[in-house]
């Protein structure tokens, strides 16, 4: 089997200017995944091309453009543009790859690629794969004939189109009009079009986080920092705060007393409004298996099921196209929609609950809540490279212990991150006092065997 180097769960993602972040390897995706995706030589082929606000940006794009381009694919660039815009600009234009320059939530330190097939869903494992095998050639194998380069041109509509795409996304009959919003956009890829957006549908909008400077990305700012968010909706006294991450696919929304809620109270507004109107279809939800068990209750009481599936919203998306759910996401707030989107969106995602809160006609604090989390608790533990803590006979006698302890009432889990050097040990359940016992003992059990490795 194959063993990749490169790709993690969402993509390629590192230290910028580190390995594997580089120039030379962002040259190596657009070499590999071009020769991959250049299907029928009898016509042209196009490949589309967005980033969020990374000072890196300008170092990892041309270094692709340069690969795509001398394989003999035409490239077309947005610049700054929100990574469900991309997967939908992906498919509208008949692109046959589409690339997000993003490394998401992180800091400004970090950047990515993210890779889109010309449906708009994230690669699978076994293409990104096929892409890495191509990787390891020679930079001279599959050049195109000087006079069969990739032609570049940018595109300079993207966002209106984007803009235009979510509105339409909101019921036609309603209008934000007397809505007072809080929008921060983590200073990244939707410092435009998610302010736009929401103004021209009639809201009130008191944008935070729109002045990138490539440096202050996700920095105090934007999805992981719902502070500045609830800080901004207690000053302006707004009926709802929406906070986004550096590119945009997820999201968390804040009541209008700056209480955060999570993407599984997310989900759970949109499964119950959808539901109610008949529009839920596959039966119930798609998440994963960090969605906490007080939202598998609430589905189950309504008569439906939550299903779920690995961490990263790609696997939501792949279940979700095999048992015909328009509604997945992540408690960290990727939420997709399939009616309207093939990824985590952000600003779609908060335009049905805001769709919601007119509607019912509440003030958002009476919707933030629709169900009681069972308590739930994560440690991450940092491991130094190549260590398996993860195999060590004593880890696995803490994590079956652990389960045993909560002897049916609740969950563990144990995992390595897919995009930083973390294992992941969460446990729930109803008593809190124990999830926490079991999480400290466990995290314990993973430090010692990385250290002793």
């Known amino acids: 089997m194959f063993k990749r180097s490169y790709f993690g769960t969402d993509g390629i993602r590192g230290q910028a200017n580190r390995h594997p972040m580089t120039a030379e390897v962002a040259l190596r995706v657009g070499l590999a995944a071009g020769k991959l995706f250049l299907r029928d030589p009898d016509r042209r082929h196009l490949v589309v091309i967005g980033k969020d606000t990374r ?17 003999g694919m035409d490239v077309r660039l947005f610049g700054p543009l929100p990574t469900p815009a991309l997967a939908m600009m992906t498919r509208s234009m008949r692109a046959d790859l589409g690339v997000m320059i993003t490394a998401s939530h992180n800091s400004y330190t970090d950047n990515g690629i993210k890779l889109f097939g010309p449906d708009g869903c994230k690669l699978s494992d076994a293409r990104e794969s096929d892409i890495e095998a191509l990787m390891t050639e020679g930079l001279q194998e599959g050049l195109a004939e000087p006079t069969a380069l990739g032609r570049v041109q940018r595109i300079d509509d993207a966002q209106a189109r984007y803009v235009e795409i979510a509105k339409a ?60 968010m609830a800080k901004a909706v207690r000053e302006y006294r707004a009926d709802i705060g929406i906070a986004l991450d550096g590119d945009a696919d997820r999201v968390v929304i804040c009541d209008e007393r700056g209480v955060v809620v999570d993407g599984d109270q997310i989900m759970a507004i949109v499964a119950g409004a959808w539901a109610d109107a008949g529009r839920l279809t ?47 996401g992540e408690p960290s707030g990727h939420v997709i929609l399939s009616d309207f989107s093939t990824t985590g969106d952000g600003l779609i995602a908060a335009l049905q609950v805001l769709s919601v809160l007119v509607a019912k006609g509440k003030p958002m604090s009476a919707l933030a809540r629709q169900f009681e989390p069972a308590p739930q608790l994560m440690e991450n533990v940092r491991i130094p490279a190549g260590r398996e803590p993860l195999k060590a006979a004593s880890v696995q006698s803490a994590i079956a212990a652990g389960e045993k302890r909560l002897n049916g009432a609740g969950r563990v889990l144990v995992r390595r991150s897919g995009t930083e050097p973390l294992i992941r040990v969460m446990a729930e359940g109803d008593d809190e006092r124990l999830v926490a016992d079991v999480v400290r003992e466990i995290a314990g059990a993973v430090r010692e065997a990385a250290a002793a490795a």
């Open 55 to 71: 000072l890196s940006g300008y170092m990892i794009e041309p270094a692709l453009v340069a690969g795509f381009a001398s394989v």
């Open 282 to 328: 596959g039966g119930g939800v798609v998440a994963t298996v960090m969605s906490n068990l007080g939202f598998e209750r609430f589905l189950k009481a309504r008569g439906l099921t939550l299903e779920r599936t690995a961490v990263g919203d790609r696997y939501v998306m792949e279940r979700m196209r095999q048992g015909g759910f328009n509604l997945g």
């Open 169 to 228: 996304t909101f019921p036609r009959q309603m209008t934000l009009s007397g809505l007072r919003v809080v929008i921060d956009c983590a200073n990244g890829a939707a410092y435009k079009v998610a302010p736009t957006a929401l103004y021209e549908l009639g809201a009130e909008v008191i944008p935070v986080g729109v002045g990138p400077n490539g440096l202050n990305i996700n920095a105090e700012c934007g999805s992981t920092h719902p502070q500045a």
